[in-house]
């Protein structure tokens, strides 16, 4: 038993040095890391989880407390007694050679190839049985998360109580029960998972509000906010210094925006194109009847795309086929994706410049153009619809105008995958200053500023004249843009 006035190791020393490369170097470990089993936020690497754990479960060896039988039966076990090489042979014999081994020991099982390493796990458990010979220790981590601390304690031979205000976490129970359990406890974890799902879904169900078509978003992104001062304008500017979501080689995202203008009401917006032509009350009439007259004389391959995708038989989504858009009429669109589908039939290859300005037009206008040949088509139907299914993935529903802000113009942003960088608009914010989306206006640093400080949280952005990183996780608290995903 460790007298209470004794130090722990970790009162007096720790190798952070060591312990922090090894638990950088843990952030890469992919395979037989827990983090790859299930995912929690702010999990802590093992390795530092570890190494804290067997330093305060251990006493300080120079302390004049310390027991006698400690130190004896520490430098037993540092010698080789468990198979671990002798390197501390000359060094354990004093209180500060022990101290300094038991350091060394503590920052070398840090590492993610011994962690697992029988060698070193006999050694760690018989230091701290050394330590605690009358009883087991229990280590109690209240918050406990992704379960790193508990995880560690265990192996290290201590019994472990973990808790958490979030009953996903407590799922944790699984680091008890897959060694009592075995397989059946996947059945068992999928029961319990489905349930916990259920009841999460319906608590949380208010702030993630459906899409008019039925879609949930999975998440949202935020950024600041201020107000263009053009005096024609007027739009909210989020305050964002690249598009760019994810420069990954294999998933490339990024953000791109349509600008939603005011209709001359006042009282709503519209599309700068689209939305506004969805109803038929407000085309042109000759267009509706060209757009009918299309309808009718459809192409075997306009005919077997549109049996795949009406009536919602595609990824749910809802389909138009010969959908008028001014000057155009688009063979498929889905509004919801905004996504145009042309089917293209031979005599295309004489008309590419047209269907390049067509592409460009619709393209400018926010949406996306997939383009098939009559052929694919009817021969190859599986890999088009594959095409359009992967598409339809990370679709953009347009959100529902906010109340009250009909009367500016607005921005709509949609996540999509960037084939290059030209494709990724530039973001709002270069220095300190701002451009509006809507009218380019550029606002000066001190108007930005003025602003930021009148929004509830203050002007929390970090805002200095050299670029930084984005200031990550910061200034969250006031006027937002919120992007629905
Ligand atoms: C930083 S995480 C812990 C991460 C953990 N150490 C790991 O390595 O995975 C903090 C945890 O505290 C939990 N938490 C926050 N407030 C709590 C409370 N009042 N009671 C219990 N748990 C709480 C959160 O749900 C979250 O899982
Ligand atoms: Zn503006």
Not at 78 to 100: D, I, N, Q, Y
Not at 133 to 153: H, N, R, W, Y
Request: proline share 8%; net charge neutral; with cysteine.
């Amino acid at each position: 038993m460790i007298p209470k006035e004794c130090k722990r190791l970790a009162e007096v020393d720790f190798p952070i040095a060591v312990v922090s490369k090894h638990s950088a170097r843990e952030k890469s470990i992919r395979h037989g890391h827990p983090s790859t089993l299930h995912l929690w936020w702010a999990r802590r690497p093992l390795a530092a989880c570890r190494a804290m754990l067997m330093a305060l479960l251990l006493p300080d060896p120079c302390d004049a407390e310390c027991p006698e039988e400690f130190r004896a039966a520490a430098r037993n076990t540092l010698l080789g007694k468990h198979g671990h090489p002798r390197r501390w042979e000359s060094e354990v014999c004093t209180a500060e050679g022990l101290r300094k081994a038991l350091l060394e020991f503590i920052g070398d099982f840090a590492n993610w190839d011994n962690s697992a390493n029988t060698d070193y796990l006999a050694v760690a458990r018989a230091l701290i049985k050394a330590a605690h010979p009358d009883e087991t220790p229990l280590v109690v981590d209240p918050f406990a998360g992704g379960g790193s601390i508990p995880l560690e304690a265990l192996r290290l031979g201590c019994e472990a109580f973990a808790s958490d205000l979030n009953p996903v976490a407590c799922l944790k129970v699984m680091l008890e029960d897959i060694p009592r359990h075995g397989p059946e406890l996947a059945e068992e974890l999928r029961r319990v998972g489905g349930e916990i799902k259920k009841q999460a879904e319906k608590e949380l169900a208010e702030f993630y509000p459906k899409d008019p078509d039925g879609a949930v978003p999975i998440a949202y992104l935020w950024a600041r906010t201020v107000r263009c001062e053009s005096p024609n304008c007027g739009a909210e500017i989020p305050l964002m210094r690249s598009f760019w979501l994810c420069k990954k080689a294999n998933r490339k995202r990024a953000l791109r925006y349509r600008i939603i203008k005011p209709s001359p009401s006042g009282r709503g917006c519209r599309e700068a194109a689209g939305e506004g032509y969805h109803g038929p009350h407000v085309l042109p009439k000759e267009h509706l009847e060209f757009a009918r007259s299309l309808r009718k004389q459809q192409t075997d391959a306009e005919t077997k795309m549109w049996y795949l995708l009406r009536d919602r038989r595609l990824a749910g989504r809802k389909f138009r086929r010969q959908h008028a858009f001014p000057p155009y009429v688009i063979d498929f669109y889905c509004h919801e994706a905004s996504l145009v589908i042309e089917i293209d039939g031979g005599q295309h290859t004489e008309q590419r410049r047209y269907d390049e300005a067509r592409t460009k037009h619709l393209e400018e206008r926010g949406l996306k153009v997939l383009r098939f040949w009559n052929n694919e088509v009817l021969q190859d139907t599986e890999a088009v619809l594959e095409s359009i299914w992967n598409d339809l993935q990370s679709p953009s529903p347009p959100t529902p105008l906010p109340e009250g802000e009909g009367s500016v113009p607005r921005v709509e942003f949609e996540v999509f995958e960037p084939k290059n960088e030209k494709e990724v608009p530039d973001g709002t914010v270069t220095r300190a200053k701002a451009t509006c989306l809507c009218c380019n206006i550029v606002l000066p640093p001190e108007r930005v500023r003025a602003q930021l400080s009148e929004q509830r949280g203050g002007a929390d952005v970090i805002f200095d004249p050299s670029p930084r990183p984005s200031p990550k996780g910061r200034g969250r608290s006031a006027e937002q843009e919120c992007l629905r995903l």
